[in-house]
């Protein structure tokens, strides 16, 4: 599949490239649209947009471009397909042909953004929103971003993911006496089946990228399209397979809950940003 081209804010003039953060739009959205949705929103005090909290960091913004969302019954933008809007997990063989291109598609930014800053894998950030978010957390899990090292976190904003109770079963939240190493080979290998794709890289390179990995997650608790109840069900997957997760709730998110709220959760992701890689 051919992808629009991702839309760029680059460093502000007179700062060096230092990191790069990879976020991916939701479903309805375009790249451009999303970022500037993203960087309306301003922080507490000082009243600042994200650009202005990390002016030497380079914004990517990948683009899903249109596709048949069955949901809807028309083309729209969009990564992969969903048959229901309220329930997720339904007619989830829909997803897969969207996903088995997108982390490919989303291989290759990751691996550009990385020669642009030396081969430094780990001042690259990743992450979405909602539908973007789901994208980006099956690139993780695959491997498809994790070639040439580690990546330095993730930031999930109303997250979910597809087949995550084919995650659960498989990495075994109920058996406390498995392995965090077993955990996560079991899901790559398991992920990789679902989408019919052979290894990026070995299950070690996998486990070495996601150990430890500091993650962010943002969700409304009221949000209406996409329950809250998928970030907690994420949380516990994530912990379990030792990632250092950050998962925050908020009340009052525009758009029947299902988006940022302002400024409570920007200043939460400038916080985690900084304290967390030192952005």
Same mark, same amino acid.
């Given at each position: 599949?051919? !992808?629009?081209?991702? !839309? ?6 007179? !700062? ?35 650009? &202005?909290?990390?002016? &030497?960091? /380079? ?24 048959? &229901?809007?309220?329930?997720?997990? %339904? ?11 997108? @982390? ?43 070639? /040439? ?9 109303? $997250?979910?993911? +597809?087949? @995550?109770?084919? $995650? %659960? ?5 109920? /058996? ?31 486990? /070495?990228?996601? &150990? ?9 608790? !009221? ?30 998110? +525009? ?21 967390? @890689?030192?952005?």
């Amino acid at each position: 599949m051919l !992808y629009p081209t991702p !839309y760029i804010v680059d460093p502000q003039s007179n !700062y060096v490239h230092t990191q790069t953060i990879i976020l991916l739009h939701g479903r309805g959205s375009t790249a451009e649209q999303f970022a500037g949705d993203l960087f309306a929103l301003k922080t507490s005090s000082p009243a600042l947009n994200l650009p &202005s909290h990390f002016p &030497s960091v /380079r914004w990517v913004f990948p683009d899903a471009g249109q596709m048949w969302c069955t949901a809807f019954k028309e083309n729209r933008s969009a990564w992969f397909d969903t048959f &229901s809007l309220t329930d997720l997990s %339904k007619r989830q063989d829909l997803q897969v042909a969207g996903l088995r291109s997108n @982390i490919q598609s989303v291989h290759e930014v990751v691996e550009e953004e990385i020669d642009k800053l030396g081969g430094r894998s780990e001042n690259i950030i990743l992450g979405g929103f909602s539908q973007g978010s789901a994208t980006a957390l099956w690139s993780l899990f695959t491997g498809a971003v994790a070639s /040439r090292g580690s990546l330095g976190a993730f930031v999930g904003l109303s $997250a979910w993911m +597809p087949f @995550i109770n084919d $995650a %659960k079963a498989v990495v075994g939240i109920d /058996r406390p006496e498995a392995a965090q190493s077993q955990r996560i080979a079991d899901l790559q290998s398991r992920f990789l089946d679902i989408v019919g794709l052979h290894g990026f890289v070995s299950t070690e390179a996998v486990q /070495r990228c996601l &150990s430890d990995m500091p993650v962010y997650l943002g969700h409304d608790t !009221y949000d209406i399209p996409v329950s809250v109840t998928n970030c907690r069900e994420l949380s516990v997957l994530l912990r379990a397979l030792g990632m250092r997760i950050d998962a925050r709730e908020y009340v009052g998110a +525009p758009r029947e809950g299902h988006w940022v709220k302002e400024p409570e959760q920007l200043d939460d992701i400038v916080e985690f940003l900084k304290g967390k @890689i030192g952005l």
